[in-house]
């Protein structure tokens, strides 16, 4: 069976994004584009709510070429136009996935849990999720998540969107920490119980 595997940076007092929705206070430093390119590396399905593809969609394909754009993002870049690209909307239309309509499937809402556990059943390497707050706490609480990675940053926002819709009845256990030189973020690596050990 296929991993589910939530990879996101949030900051030492558990916020998701700062106030007024502000992802970019947060410190996506040269460990957050690595570990990214390391989970897209061992991905063959990136999994992404309708605002995080938007804005994925809106940045990334263009690094591959962009003067300024660092190595890794570069590739970050040529692995989210090569990795199957699957959208939880009910609003988004195919015609609106452009640049990335041949790796892009769109799943309706009432329809996503269902479909996405049968996804894990298949065959393929690892199932991602960045970002999309509210699509995987919905799956987190539906016992379809089976790693959470949380890349801690060393900031504290006082205020903004918390990483947790609500609290989660899921038991993790921690599997791995990681640090980088040269950076204060640290990630924690948890598995997710399964319900018969809940």
């Known amino acids: 069976m296929r991993k589910l595997i939530v990879a996101n940076i949030v900051s030492l007092d558990g916020y998701y994004e700062g106030p007024n929705r502000n992802v ?3 410190p996506m430093d040269h460990s957050f584009d690595a570990y990214n390119a390391e989970r897209l590396r061992a ?3 990136l999994l992404l709510g309708a605002n995080c593809y938007g804005m994925f969609k809106g940045f990334w394909p263009q690094m591959k070429e962009h ?3 660092t190595p890794v993002h570069r590739e970050i870049s040529r692995l989210n136009d090569a990795i199957e ?3 939880v909307s009910d609003r988004l239309q195919s015609e609106q996935t452009d640049p990335w309509r041949s790796t892009t499937r769109i799943l309706r809402r009432a329809e996503a849990q269902r479909q996405i556990a049968a996804l894990k059943q298949g065959p393929g390497r690892d ?3 960045f970002g999309s707050r509210t699509l995987w706490n919905d799956l987190l609480s539906a016992g379809l998540v089976d790693e959470l990675h949380l890349m801690v940053g060393a900031v504290v926002l006082g205020g903004g969107t918390p990483a947790f819709l609500q ?3 899921a038991p993790f256990r921690l599997i791995d920490t990681r640090r980088w030189e040269g950076s204060s973020n ?3 690596q948890y598995a997710v119980e399964p ?3 809940r």
């Open 24 to 26: 970019m206070a947060l």
């Open 195 to 197: 319900a018969t050990a």
């Open 43 to 45: 991905a063959d399905t």
């Open 186 to 188: 640290v990630l924690f």
């Open 167 to 169: 609290a989660q009845p």
């Open 127 to 129: 199932i991602l999720v």
């Open 67 to 69: 003067p300024q754009a």
């Open 85 to 87: 690209k699957v959208v």
